[in-house]
């Protein structure tokens, strides 16, 4: 069965501390891989879409990047305001739709 | 503005009643999706539409129901069959759902719809 996990269920970072999201997929041709960011009670915002190994994106202090069996999201210098829940998502060959993994809550404090 | 809208924010539905949740995009995007979201899981897809007048069941479509009679708008209906609806509801849009161009898969989220029985 196609899955998509990510680790760990929750981060807790001090302001300025540096850290890794993962997100791993044991699906196979996956088509493209994509990053959203929620805030509570609100819609996924897109961050990145990753398409081959090898390939990275960055956002302001956000780097996505994608490797044959998983993605990682690193957070440079994290600030209170990219405290947020953090989904990844993929999207296999020959399907329109995604599949997501459950989140990984991120909580920086000052 | 181009965005997707999605209305009411906040519903609270009887034990037996039906609801409709509206979601509406002016991106001249032709496929839409509708998600439900629990705590604790990822986003599940219950029914998605790839082009006007069709739709296809999701992961969980059992107790909703959906048309597709405008481009711009995708409503979904609870029926008082689901028998635990109480969730956040969540449409997103994308240019086209079976298209190779590589920008195109990129889904768009609206705002969510909470939705409780009460």
């Known amino acids: 069965e196609d899955q998509v996990t990510q680790s760990p269920e929750a981060l807790r970072l001090q302001e300025g501390e540096s850290s890794s999201l993962n997100c791993s997929y044991t699906v196979s041709g996956l088509r493209g891989l994509f990053w959203y960011r929620q805030d509570p009670g609100k819609g996924p915002e897109f961050l990145f879409t990753l398409y081959s190994a090898g390939e990275e994106k960055e956002k302001e202090r956000l780097k996505a990047t994608l490797t044959k069996k998983e993605s990682f999201l690193h957070i440079t210098a994290p600030k209170p305001e990219d405290s947020a829940t953090y989904l990844c998502a993929a999207l296999l060959s020959g399907y329109s739709t995604l599949t997501f993994g459950k989140g990984t809550m991120l909580l920086v404090s000052p | 503005d181009g965005g997707i809208t999605q209305s009411p924010k906040y519903l609270f539905r009887k034990e037996g009643q039906n609801v409709t949740l509206s979601c509406e995009q002016n991106?001249?995007?032709?496929?839409m999706y509708w998600y439900r979201q629990d705590p604790g899981q990822g986003l599940r897809l219950i029914y998605y539409?790839?082009?006007?007048?069709?739709?296809q069941k999701g992961d969980i479509a059992e107790g909703y129901s959906v048309s597709r009679e405008k481009k711009e708008s995708f409503p979904l209906t609870v029926t008082s069959a689901q028998k635990n609806p109480t969730a956040f509801y969540l449409c997103a849009s994308s240019s086209t759902g079976t298209s190779g161009v590589r920008s195109s898969d990129t889904q768009y989220f609206g705002p969510g719809t909470r939705l409780t029985v009460l």
């Open positions: 539409s790839q082009i006007v007048n069709d739709f």
């Open positions: 991106l001249n995007h032709d496929a």
